[in-house]
Structures are given as structure tokens and as C-alpha cells.
């Protein structure tokens, strides 16, 4: 069982790491931006997801988180499925791997308070 907590927490992370994922993009390619972008933009809904977890709204922070992690989460999974990630498997295994973990944190059994 996992708490509307630890979903917002796990939320947190998962932002964190889409944005450091991001800036590794755009340090490994100064001159390109789109990584950093959909870094920023994957943590800002996962903020968001997090954000409404903690205050209560767990139906819209779930489905919101949802969203991050299958948006960010298929992208990179898609990369690696096909091949685009041709001598970048680090850092797009990373960010498939904490999609799939944010996944199965979303998953798991709900603990109902009181």
C-alpha cells in the first residue's frame, strides 16, 4: 500500500529527473534547447501531479502524473525500441527506467486514510 504522500514524493523525483535529464541533454548538445524543453516541461506536470497529490486531489494528481510519466516515458522507451538512442543509452535508460518506476508507484494499491 502507498500513500498519497509517497505518490507526491515519487512525483517530486520523477520531475527532478526529467529536468536533470534535460540539462544533461542540453549539455551533451549545447546549441539544442528541445531536450531541456520536454525536461522542463515533463517535471512542470509532474510538479503539478505532485502538488495535487499533497493537497488532496488524488484522483487528478494520478491521472495527472499519468500523463508525465506516459508522455516522458514513451518517448524514451520509444528511443530505445527503435534505435534513435544510438550512443545515448545512458542517459535514455535512466528516463525510462524512472517513467516505468513512477508507473508502478502509481500502480500499487492506494492506502485509504482513516
Known sequence: MVTAKARAISAFVYAGVS???????????????????FGLS??????VAGTLLLIGK???GTLICFLA???GGGFFVFRLA????????LRV??????????????????????
Do not use: F, N
Open 19 to 37: 529536468v536533470a535529464i534535460g540539462v544533461w541533454r542540453l549539455l551533451q548538445e549545447p546549441g539544442k534547447t528541445t531536450g531541456l524543453y
Open 42 to 47: 515533463i517535471g512542470a506536470i509532474a510538479i
Open 58 to 60: 488524488r484522483l487528478a
Open 69 to 71: 510519466a506516459g508522455l
Open 82 to 89: 527503435s534505435g534513435g538512442a544510438a550512443g545515448d543509452y
Open 93 to 114: 535508460g535512466i528516463a525510462a527506467c524512472a517513467a516505468l518506476a513512477m508507473g508502478v508507484v502509481l500502480l500499487m494499491p492506494a492506502q485509504r486514510s482513516g
